[in-house]
């Protein structure tokens, strides 16, 4: 069983900044590539950030500049540092993780965190 566990969300006020954090636990092989999305009320879910596990990134246009992701390979966690937050980044904030494990045979199987609320307010 594998498992996604974010953290780190809140309530910040404009320009201000959040670090989140998702560690992956379980029956783990190795992990491809890592990402954040986000979804806002009445909006569908949108790719944030994703690195791959060589550190490879790309960022939504909206926030480039601005967020960082990162990955601490050895401990199976990937962060967004956000910063100079917006009112409109307010959003559930999810975890992926493209996941190789073994069940009946080798494969990569798509996981997602339970999510994390991120609000953006003065």
């Known amino acids: 069983q594998v498992q996604l566990v974010e953290s780190g969300g809140g309530l910040v006020q404009p320009g201000g900044s959040l670090r989140l954090s998702c560690a992956a636990s379980?029956?783990?092989?190795?992990?491809?590539?890592m990402g954040w999305y986000r979804q806002a009320p009445g909006k569908e879910r949108e790719l944030v950030a994703a690195?791959?596990?060589?550190?490879?990134?790309n960022y939504a246009d909206s926030v480039k500049g601005r967020f960082t992701i990162s990955r601490d390979n050895a401990k199976n966690t990937v962060y967004l540092q956000m910063g100079s937050l917006k009112p409109e980044d307010t959003a559930v904030y999810y975890c992926?993780?493209?996941?190789?494990?073994?069940?009946?045979?080798?494969?990569?199987?798509?996981?997602w965190g339970q999510g994390t609320q991120v609000t953006v307010s003065s």
């Open positions: 379980g029956s783990i092989f190795s992990i491809n590539t």
């Open positions: 690195i791959t596990n060589g550190g490879s990134t």
């Open positions: 992926n993780a493209d996941i190789l494990v073994y069940g009946s045979s080798w494969q990569y199987i798509d996981y």
